[in-house]
């Protein structure tokens, strides 16, 4: 079964350090990953995708994603958090375009930032 | 292109009331997606349309829930005798259907459903 998973629930970092957030997926066919970002009451903004190619992908933001076939993994990582990275991330798998093209969410990571 | 439009932005209703969403997609998107959304979870899918086709429609749309596409442009979602487990955030997606792959999915700001 297709699946999205995010180990960790709340991670909370100081500002200018660095992130990573986890994202291990399962899927039977080549993945079409994506993270999006998603601020209280709003809806998900898109950070970056990945359909095939180099597999460390730049997003907007200054975020930038890894996607490790082998680890079944897509980490999003940003090497300096600024207090408006508040947010809650989440990780998605998604199915081809002759699938349908509809997403798989993983349970979101909640990223609180200290000044 | 002001982006995906769902109205209302917020909506309270009395168990057992009829609700109904409405969502606007990027203009051309041929593809339309719903996704419900709880507290502390990630969006699920709900169903998709492909211009006016309902093509897919997830296990958690039961039979109190009906969606159209009238004309493959704006989309309404409606529920029948809302119950309190359907209090959620429903937000609605839409995607181009490109020569090869599909674009990223742009989302609404949602619809947040309280049920009392």
């Known amino acids: 079964a297709q699946s999205v998973t995010q180990p960790d629930i709340h991670i909370t970092v100081s500002e200018g350090a660095s992130l990573e957030l986890r994202c291990n997926y399962s899927?039977?066919?080549?993945?079409?990953l994506f993270w999006y970002v998603q601020s209280p009451g709003q809806g998900l903004q898109l950070l970056l995708k990945?359909?095939?190619?180099?597999?460390l992908v730049q997003g907007i933001k200054g975020f930038e994603a890894e996607f490790k076939r082998s680890q079944s993994s897509f980490n999003l990582r940003k090497p300096s958090v600024h207090w408006s990275d508040a947010a809650e991330y989440f990780c998605?798998?998604?199915?081809?375009?002759?699938?349908?093209?509809?997403?798989?969410f993983g349970q979101g990571t909640e990223l609180s930032v200290k000044p | 292109d002001t982006g995906v439009s769902q109205d209302p932005r917020h909506k309270i209703t009395k168990r057992g009331q009829n609700v109904t969403f409405r969502c606007d997609p990027i203009?051309?998107?041929?593809?339309l997606y719903w996704y419900r959304q709880t507290l502390g979870q990630g969006p699920e899918f709900l169903t998709y349309f492909q211009n006016e086709a309902q093509l897919e429609k997830s296990r958690l749309l039961s039979d109190r829930f009906s969606a159209e596409r009238p004309k493959g442009s704006f989309s309404t979602l409606e529920i029948q005798r809302t119950e309190q487990g359907d209090s959620a955030m429903y937000l609605c997606?839409?995607?181009?259907?490109?020569?090869?792959?599909?674009?990223?999915?742009?989302f609404g700001q949602g619809t947040r459903l309280t049920v009392v």
């Open positions: 990945y359909f095939s190619g180099d597999t």
């Open positions: 997606a839409s995607s181009s259907l490109g020569r090869t792959m599909n674009t990223e999915a742009f």
């Open positions: 998605a798998v998604g199915a081809g375009w002759n699938q349908g093209g509809k997403l798989i």
């Open positions: 203009s051309e998107h041929n593809r």
């Open positions: 899927y039977g066919a080549t993945p079409y």
